[in-house]
């Protein structure tokens, strides 16, 4: 049974149109984060919530954005994609932060034209 | 700023033979490290979780290894099959970091039948 479900799998957009990336767990996870990975590179943490409190990674991008409106669902959005916003985004979860082991989703392979 | 190195990039091994693929990481000061198992244009799967304090994790035909004062892990995989073909990441969990997983960019395996 999938623990972690992205949707869309695959996502086209067009430049400069917002766009909302949508995970769910069930695994009842305190913690889920969002990693964007750009081909043949490392995953990079973008942010995760921590129950309600959201923490974003310095580095993140201001037009990224998420919201986390119940245990189960997370949203990314990206309010107004550029060409170097295509990459895969990867939710994720954990129990509690610390030792516990991630859970990924299946990804969302975004498009942008 | 933990760095995590993968090397080789990529490697081919006939089906059959045992194999270690290789992570190295600049902080020794790390709460936990995972293996992950990505195929092309999917999310991620956890293999292996070795908390800081474990010498070695065991599951199946894998065993990931962890030495924390040189600052590397192992990832070894006994009597390799087609279906192991996949990228292979490791990554860091430093303590005292909130919930930052730092990644390589992984090892491309491909198994030769």
């Known amino acids: 049974d999938a623990m972690v479900i992205q949707n869309p799998r695959y996502q086209v957009t067009q430049f400069g149109k917002p766009v909302t990336l949508s995970c769910s767990q069930t695994l009842n996870h305190n913690v889920m984060y969002w990693y964007q990975q750009k081909s043949s590179q490392a995953p990079k943490l973008l942010f995760h919530?921590?129950?309600?409190?959201?923490?974003n990674e310095a580095d993140t991008p201001d037009n990224f954005q998420s919201r986390r409106p119940n245990t189960s669902f997370c949203f990314l959005d990206i309010r107004s994609p550029g060409l170097g916003d295509a990459a895969m985004y990867l939710c994720?979860?954990?129990?509690?932060?610390?030792?516990?082991?991630?859970?990924f989703g299946p990804g969302t392979r975004l498009l942008v034209l | 700023k933990q760095e995590v190195t993968q090397i080789p990039a990529a490697l081919s091994v006939p089906e059959g033979e045992n194999l270690v693929l290789n992570c190295s990481f600049t902080?020794?000061?790390?709460?936990?490290l995972q293996w992950f198992r990505q195929d092309p244009g999917k999310g991620l799967t956890s293999l292996l979780l070795?908390?800081?304090?474990?010498r070695e994790q065991t599951s199946g035909r894998l065993n990931a290894s962890l030495d924390k004062s040189s600052g590397r892990s192992t990832l070894y995989i006994a009597a390799s099959q087609p279906g192991d073909s996949a990228t292979y990441l490791c990554a860091v969990r430093p303590p005292n970091t909130g919930n930052q997983f730092y990644f390589g960019t992984g090892t491309s395996l491909t198994v030769i039948p």
């Open positions: 994720a979860t954990s129990r509690d932060r610390g030792h516990g082991t991630q859970y």
């Open positions: 919530y921590y129950d309600k409190d959201f923490n």
């Open positions: 070795i908390q800081s304090s474990q």
């Open positions: 902080d020794s000061a790390i709460y936990n």
